[in-house]
């Protein structure tokens, strides 16, 4: 079962230093139809300006992945950490009992982008973690390469059983990518570039959603990035 969602159909704020994509409903942007998929409740397709950014807030009980697409953020929180998060980077912040953060643009020259997605925990009120490693590129080309996970060893940790992946395609290329458990379903984002996705024709910030597959065929129908979240649907 596929859920299509085009770039154009999602919820748009933009607050000047902050101008903002929701997939899924968020802060002023409701829609009783896109309040998540499966345990994946939050995709935030972001922008935000020179010198600007999130000032100190708390979250609780939320797996919150941080993905840079171009420029770096600074980030601060409740636990001591101030860390740069840069192109190439995944971070991850398991708000668990509580933790209170800020992030803004590192530069004040240039805009920072990035994607801010939310998971539902797989256990509450566990102590509040930190953690980010830089991905090489190369190791992604033509594949997608697992950048969070709960066992992957390579990856940031998450707690929960969900999967992120990020491939980067030349056109023409084809790869296949099979679940770690059928019954989970996959949201798949495509950060630039075209590509057929289990027959399913995605443009550059589409979003599709797709349940009952055990496994997946893309084809780059030219050079294409996308990223894969596998989420359990329940």
């Given amino acids: 079962m596929h859920t299509f969602h085009p770039a154009a159909t999602r919820g748009h704020a933009n607050h000047g230093w902050l101008d903002s994509y929701h997939t899924f409903s968020f802060a002023g942007y409701h829609d009783a139809r896109r309040m998540h998929f499966g345990l994946l409740r939050v995709l935030n397709d972001d922008t935000v300006a020179g010198g600007r950014g999130f000032g100190a807030h708390p979250h609780e009980n939320m797996e919150i992945v941080s993905i840079p697409l171009e420029g770096d953020l600074e980030h601060q929180d409740s636990t001591g950490r101030h860390e740069i998060i840069r192109q190439g980077d995944v971070q991850i912040m398991s708000g668990g009992s509580g933790i209170t953060h800020s992030e803004k643009n590192a530069h004040r020259d240039r ?48 707690n929960q059983q969900a999967t992120f992946s990020l491939g980067t395609f030349e056109a023409g290329a084809s790869t296949n990518y099979t679940l770690t458990n059928a019954a989970h379903g996959v949201y798949a984002f495509v950060i630039s570039g075209r590509v057929t996705l289990d027959g399913q024709a995605l443009g550059p910030r589409d979003g599709l959603g797709i349940t009952d597959a055990a496994s997946l065929k893309l084809v780059a129908e030219e050079a294409a990035e996308v990223l894969l979240i596998e989420v359990p649907m329940r």
């Fill in 111 to 158: 805009p920072v982008k990035f994607l801010q997605i939310w998971v539902f925990p797989e256990l509450e009120n566990v102590a509040p973690r930190y953690e980010q490693k830089s991905f090489r590129a190369e190791d992604r080309r033509n594949r997608f390469q697992a950048v969070v996970s709960p066992t992957v060893p390579e990856a940031v940790k998450i």
